[in-house]
């Protein structure tokens, strides 16, 4: 049955609570998690009237969880004492958008520290088949459900679930798959810390090209960017190693909203050439009377350096 017992303002706060929980979890120190205790437990004490004070709640479960998994071996009493009290928010507060992440932070406690996978599946599923919820947190919990059934040893609905997920959240011939960020923890790809420096430099990187494009009459609608590791004096750091152009991202004119990137060859929209000139024009990198066909390369010549 579906209650839902928020408090008004707290709906329109809804979508960020999901987001500062899934981007909770990442390499933090115990002082770190001791303070974050502190601060929701606060919170939870002081303002029980206040719109955070649900989102406090979720917060304070999530700071303890955090904290259990720092030892190792994990104390499964510590565990279950965790799954009681999301279990406790979910009865307090109802099955709502609001409560979907927790509910999925339960079933995974379920499946990978209770031994217990046939309880995350039911979870799960009743998450993904749940009239509201966000496409988002629906992908990922098809995912922990994918996983779940690996473990169960059944891996053709592992696959239809992956499938679904890639289906739906990036075509391109499906050349490119959605990968989160448990697959990259779990495969060992990268550490959460290092995640964490991709993110914050693709959203600095984002904030930049949003306003230097803005600023010539373009529309970036979006870019890619790619990342690498390198050994660097010993020590393994995460490098950018892409370039920033109409290969790499779409741009449209502001008013006209014509497409001014590699959209125009993929989708034989001609005029490629002074598409991308348009482009180089308005950011001042060719003159603006020039008009470059084609670009010709002379025989590379060695080039002596003489000290004087």
Same mark, same amino acid.
């Given at each position: 049955?579906?209650k839902?017992?928020?408090?008004?303002?707290?709906? &329109?706060?809804e979508?960020?609570?999901?987001?500062?929980?899934?981007?909770?979890?990442?390499?933090?120190?115990?002082?770190?998690?001791e303070?974050?205790?502190?601060?929701?437990?606060?919170?939870?004490?002081?303002?029980?009237?206040?719109?955070?004070?649900?989102?406090?709640?979720e917060?304070?479960?999530?700071?303890?969880?955090?904290?259990?998994?720092?030892?190792?071996?994990?104390?499964t009493?510590?565990?279950?004492?965790?799954?009681?009290?999301?279990?406790?928010?979910?009865d307090?507060?109802?099955l709502?958008t609001?409560?979907?992440?927790?509910?999925?932070?339960?079933?995974?406690?379920?499946?990978?520290?209770?031994?217990?996978?046939?309880?995350?599946?039911?979870?799960?599923?009743?998450?993904?088949?749940?009239?509201?919820?966000?496409?988002?947190?629906?992908?990922?919990?098809?995912?922990?459900?994918?996983?779940i059934?690996?473990?169960?040893?059944?891996?053709?609905?592992s696959?239809?679930?992956?499938?679904?997920?890639e289906?739906?959240? %990036?075509?391109?011939?499906?050349?490119?798959?959605?990968?989160?960020?448990?697959?990259?923890?779990?495969?060992?790809?990268?550490?959460?810390?290092?995640? &964490?420096?991709? *993110?914050?430099?693709?959203?600095?990187?984002?904030?930049?090209?949003?306003g230097m494009?803005?600023?010539?009459?373009? %529309?970036?609608?979006?870019?890619?960017?790619?990342?690498?590791?390198?050994n660097i004096?010993?020590?393994?750091?995460?490098?950018?190693?892409?370039?920033?152009?109409p290969?790499?991202?779409?741009?449209?004119?502001?008013?006209?909203?014509?497409?001014?990137? *590699?959209?125009?060859?993929? %989708?034989?929209?001609?005029?490629?050439?002074?598409?991308?000139?348009?482009?180089?024009?308005?950011?001042?990198?060719?003159?603006e009377?020039?008009?470059?066909?084609?670009?010709?390369?002379?025989?590379?010549?060695?080039?002596?350096?003489k000290?004087?």
């Open positions: 049955m579906e839902d017992n928020l408090p008004d303002d707290e709906h &329109d706060n979508d960020e609570v999901g987001k500062d929980s899934e981007e909770f979890h990442g390499d933090i120190t115990e002082e770190e998690i303070n974050a205790e502190e601060i929701f437990s606060y919170i939870i004490d002081k303002f029980p009237d206040s719109k955070n004070y649900l989102t406090a709640r917060m304070l479960i999530l700071t303890r969880q955090e904290m259990v998994k720092q030892n190792f071996p994990v104390d009493t510590a565990i279950r004492e965790l799954v009681k009290d999301y279990q406790l928010l979910i307090q507060l109802g709502n609001y409560t979907l992440n927790a509910y999925r932070e339960k079933a995974l406690l379920h499946a990978f520290y209770l031994n217990e996978p046939e309880i995350a599946v039911d979870i799960l599923q009743q998450i993904i088949s749940y009239p509201q919820v966000k496409p988002d947190l629906q992908a990922q919990a098809k995912l922990d459900l994918g996983d059934y690996i473990i169960l040893e059944q891996p053709w609905e696959t239809l679930l992956y499938y679904q997920v289906k739906s959240h %990036k075509n391109d011939e499906l050349g490119d798959p959605l990968v989160a960020k448990e697959h990259i923890l779990e495969f060992n790809w990268a550490k959460a810390s290092e995640i &964490d420096l991709i *993110k914050d430099c693709c959203l600095r990187i984002n904030d930049f090209m949003q494009f803005r600023g010539v009459g373009i %529309k970036l609608v979006d870019f890619k960017l790619e990342f690498g590791r390198a004096d010993g020590k393994k750091e995460i490098l950018l190693a892409d370039e920033i152009s290969d790499t991202c779409r741009l449209w004119d502001v008013v006209s909203e014509k497409k001014l990137d *590699k959209d125009r060859f993929r %989708k034989d929209l001609g005029n490629i050439i002074q598409a991308y000139q348009e482009v180089a024009r308005r950011l001042g990198i060719i003159h009377e020039a008009n470059i066909s084609e670009v010709k390369f002379g025989k590379p010549q060695a080039v002596n350096l000290k004087k």
